[in-house]
Nanobody
Framework: QVQLVESGGGLVQAGGSLRLSCAAS????????VGWYRQAPGKQRELVALIRGSIARYADAVKGRFTISRDNAKNTVSLQMNSLEPEDTAIYYCNAVSIFGRDFWGQGTQVTVSS
């Protein structure tokens, strides 16, 4: 079992930055893929970014503004978000997928971008 805890959300003005962190505990050694998803009010959860090893992928909406990184020694994955826009307002969730294909989710952290 893997537990994921997000932190770093908050309220920021448009154009500002936030850094989200996700700390993994439990049987995290078997984690193969980690990512960030978000869900805005009235919308479906969508992929923001994911990383496997050193390879990262981003949603078109955040390319060039967000950067995902992983620190295996600290069992953390971070999402640096720059040039934030009101459209980025959502609950952000950390996701991890094990080598056995099991999905794990954090409880989410709110990001609100004011115009």
């Amino acid at each position: 079992q893997v537990q994921l805890v997000e932190s770093g959300g908050g309220l920021v003005q448009a154009g500002g930055s936030l850094r989200l962190s996700c700390a993994a505990s439990g049987s995290s050694a078997g984690i193969n893929l980690v990512g960030w998803y978000r869900q805005a009010p009235g919308k479906q959860r969508e992929l923001v970014a994911l990383i496997r090893g050193s390879i990262a992928r981003y949603a078109d909406a955040v390319k060039g503004r967000f950067t995902i990184s992983r620190d295996n020694a600290k069992n953390t994955v971070s999402l640096q978000m720059n040039s934030l826009e009101p459209e980025d307002t959502a609950i952000y969730y950390c996701n991890a997928v094990s080598i056995f294909g099991r999905d794990f989710w954090g409880q989410g952290t709110q990001v609100t971008v004011s115009s």
